[in-house]
């Protein structure tokens, strides 16, 4: 890989930030099995829906 290209990948933010969370997710359940089960997801996006209506709604007033 050119040292262009590698600069180009890691300067786009939204990129970086999925291939970090994908990178955090398989260290979690490689440690944890249990991490990718259904029950676990559903935990997970049930706490942060408060979090997620409140982004949403100062999304829309900015």
Known sequence: MQVGMK????????????LLIAVMSGVTAFFN???FTLQNWLNILNQNA???IVA????LVM
Request: hydrophobic content about 60%; cysteine-free; proline content about 5%.
């Open 33 to 35: 099995p249990a991490f």
């Open 50 to 52: 408060v979090l997620g």
């Open 7 to 18: 600069r180009s990948v890691f300067a786009n933010q939204s990129f970086f930030l999925f």
């Open 56 to 59: 949403a709604g100062a999304t």
